[in-house]
């Protein structure tokens, strides 16, 4: 905000020819601060230095316990105990997240049943990753669920894929196919001179799905229980 403001006033008492570095400086300062609250995110979770592993394959490895495959799919899972709510309390704030998140995603409610205590958001992470393999161009983007399960006090938070939507393009080329997350590496290794950018692009999802586990477990901690004062 120091630099933002500096920035702000800069504008205002320097010459005409000085505005484009200003502007600069201001992108770089809000840029900085976007970094450092999604960082903040990672710091307050078990994987806070998983992300900043040299070692795409070790990182992944770090991750593998907390995410499984089922059904053709790879699902994320955390459990969130020792929270001041009861069950439709959590119910309710996590409604208000997937209606009101959009740091990295927008989800729209697909599922909803207060009697079993859970509700499901489609979200999307969109061209979350990119990747030149000689002469192509690849973004990933992937379509998810965030599931909330509660109970008196507790909550179960997963998010499940099972396809990347990846678009290739090759000068005027253009080639759009849905990919099985299960099919490529590293959940099935076997891709040729793509395992490299497989191994990236489910490392950037897993980074952005923690991101979300971890975003929604700290608003739920930070919310205290509804009292009721009698008169």
């Not at 399960?149 to 990347?164: I, P, W």
């Not at 990236?200 to 897993?206: E, R, S, V």
Request: charged content about 25%; hydrophobic content about 40%.
């Amino acid at each position: 905000m120091v630099i933002i403001g500096h920035v702000v006033i800069y504008l205002f008492i320097c010459p005409m020819k000085h505005i484009a570095l200003a502007i600069i400086l201001l992108m770089l300062g809000c840029k900085c601060q976007a970094q450092e609250f999604g960082s903040t995110i990672l710091q307050n979770s078990p994987f806070k230095n998983t992300f900043n592993s040299s070692s795409v394959e070790d990182a992944i490895s770090e991750l593998s316990s907390i995410y499984k495959v089922e059904d053709g799919k790879v699902t994320f899972t955390i459990i969130v105990d020792s929270l001041p709510l009861s069950s439709s309390e959590i119910l309710d704030y996590a409604k208000e997240y997937l209606e009101e998140v959009y740091q990295h995603s927008k989800y729209e409610i697909v599922h909803l049943n207060t009697e079993k205590s859970l509700v499901i958001g489609s979200g999307e992470f969109f061209n979350f990753e990119q990747y030149a393999i000689f002469p192509n161009q690849y973004s990933f983007t992937c379509k998810h669920y965030l599931r909330i399960d509660t109970k008196e006090g507790r909550a179960r938070l997963c998010v499940y894929a099972d396809e990347y939507d990846i678009r290739r393009t090759n000068g005027n080329i253009y080639e759009q196919k849905d990919v099985k997350i299960t099919d490529v590496a590293p959940l099935n290794p076997d891709n040729g001179k793509a395992e490299k950018m497989y191994k990236k692009a489910f490392l950037a999802f897993a980074r952005l799905v923690v991101y979300t586990l971890y975003e929604l477990r700290d608003e739920l901690k930070s919310k205290q229980e509804t009292k009721v004062e009698e008169w």
